[in-house]
Each structure stands twice: as structure tokens, then as C-alpha cells.
């Protein structure tokens, strides 16, 4: 779990992205709820808006298996089969170790559930 959030935190930035902010910090009360708005890597002018990865059922990750997160995060492909925005960074994740996804995996399992 510690090395999860080690993996989620510094190391790969979910947290960073898919946590909104209060001022200049991340909302630590809302770890995970996603929300944040970036430029959309695949539709240049546009926003995108980093999801839900805490275990909601309905609005965040909660009723995805543990193949479906993974292929999030290194194919950018959701559960039913749509394509993330490149400004999610899968590509960057594309040779994670089979360890250290299941680290990741284990931690998002493990966020307080929230509502987006
Ligand atoms: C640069 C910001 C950024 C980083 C870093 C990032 N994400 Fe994302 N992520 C996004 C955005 C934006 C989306 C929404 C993309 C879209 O809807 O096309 C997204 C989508 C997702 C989704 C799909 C959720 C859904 O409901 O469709 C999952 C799962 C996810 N990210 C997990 C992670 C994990 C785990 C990491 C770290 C290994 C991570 N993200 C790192 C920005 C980021």
C-alpha cells in the first residue's frame, strides 16, 4: 500500500492530476474524486477533465475489475472500450512493471470512496 501511494504520489503523478486543488495545494480531502481541467493532448483548443479514480461505484472506478484500471493505465482504453485522451499520460506508463501496477491498483482500491 505504502509503495502504491509512493508509485500514485511522486513517482507516476496521479494523485497530482486527478485530485482538485485549494489554492496552490492539492484538496486532500478529495484525493482521487478527479475534476481537474487540462488541454486536451487529442483535440487541440479543448478541455478535458481528469476522472474519478477513487472506488465509487457509479462515478469513479468501483465496479471496474483490476484488468480494467490497468488498461487504463497503460493502454488508455476505458472498460467499454473508448479511448482516453492522450492527456492522460498511458503512453509514459506503457512499460510499468506488472508489480508495480498491481501497487497502484491495490492503493486506488484503498482511497476513501467520493463523489465526483
Ligand atoms: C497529466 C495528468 C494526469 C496524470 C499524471 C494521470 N492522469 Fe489519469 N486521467 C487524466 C485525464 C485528463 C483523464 C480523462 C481522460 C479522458 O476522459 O479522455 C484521465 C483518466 C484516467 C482514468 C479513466 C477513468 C474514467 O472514468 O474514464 C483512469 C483509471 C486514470 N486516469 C488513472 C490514472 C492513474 C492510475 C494514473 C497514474 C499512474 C494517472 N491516471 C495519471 C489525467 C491524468
Given at each position: ?16 492530476c486527478h485530485t ?12 482521487g474524486?478527479g ?15 481528469s476522472?474519478?479514480i ?63
Amino acid at each position: 500500500m505504502a509503495y502504491g501511494a509512493y508509485l500514485a504520489g511522486p513517482v507516476a503523478h496521479c494523485m497530482e492530476c486527478h485530485t482538485p486543488r485549494n489554492g496552490p495545494h492539492l484538496d486532500l480531502s478529495r484525493l482521487g474524486v478527479g475534476g481537474r481541467e487540462f488541454p486536451d493532448f487529442d483535440n487541440p483548443g479543448a478541455l478535458t477533465v481528469s476522472r474519478n479514480i477513487t472506488p465509487d461505484p457509479e462515478t469513479g472506478i468501483g465496479q471496474w475489475s483490476n484488468a480494467d484500471v490497468k488498461a487504463a493505465i497503460l493502454l488508455g482504453i476505458r472498460p467499454d472500450g473508448t479511448k482516453l485522451t492522450k492527456t492522460m499520460p498511458f503512453a509514459a506508463y506503457y512499460n510499468m512493471t506488472s508489480d508495480d501496477l498491481n501497487a497502484i491498483v491495490f492503493y486506488l482500491r484503498s482511497l476513501p470512496t467520493l463523489k465526483m
